[in-house]
């Protein structure tokens, strides 16, 4: 059977669900108990801790995959088992074309079921790439330091800057061609701001103006200085 002529359900509507199930053109995403019966693949778009529960609904006979980045696929047994998890963040009220160009980590219990993995990541326009079960919580951890720990660093440089009164949309720019020269000429040529250029007088400033506006955040400034000084060792 042909990847289009596949009937594919999803389980779980929420933020990637709603989205996988535009991209794909699939009916909506079923809730809690669905088994899914009829369906050739059946995808788990649930919270991590949910897969197993949610697996053990379906009816047999289907391939099961999870979009979890962490999950191992033994998650999913007694089924036939993929994973499917891309390497994109994923909010309320995505674009289908959200996925396309990103990476997708790929994984199947059979041959046959890792090539079902691949053919839906091309579907989406996605990269697919194999990552085995014993490197998905490193995998995992990168994706969520590159992901969510740059949303956290934002929304702190945005409460420091909002004490000056710079509002978020002209820190975004700064933001975007940060990303974009990290991107496109790595991590030692992107950096650079006081401490590549050694202004240790300015550091100190910093340090000096966040303790009385935020004293919250010097341990997280501290420490990320730490780190880029490292950065600019190498
Ligand atoms: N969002 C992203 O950026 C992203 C990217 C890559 C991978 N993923 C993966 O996608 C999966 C889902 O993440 P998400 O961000 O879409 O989460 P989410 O927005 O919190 O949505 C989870 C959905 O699953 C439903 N659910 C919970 N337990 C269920 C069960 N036993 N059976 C059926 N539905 C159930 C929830 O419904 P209730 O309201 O009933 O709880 C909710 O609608 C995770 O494995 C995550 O790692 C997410």
Sequence with gaps: MGELERTIAIVGAGRLGTALAAALGTARPHGRGADARGADVVLLCVPDAEIARAAAALAPGALVGHCSGATGLCALVPHEAFSLHPLMTVAPGASPGVFTGAG????GSTPRALA??????????????TVTDEDRAAYHAAASMASNFLVTLQAAAERVAGTAGVKRELLAPLVRATVDNWASLGAIDALTGPIVR????????????LGERTPDLLPLYDELARATRALVAR
């Design 104 to 107: 997708c980590a790929v994984a």
């Design 116 to 129: 079902e993995a691949t053919a839906l990541a091309d579907r989406l326009g996605m990269r697919p790439t």
């Design 198 to 209: 050694g202004d240790s007088e300015t550091v100190e400033r910093h340090r000096v103006a």
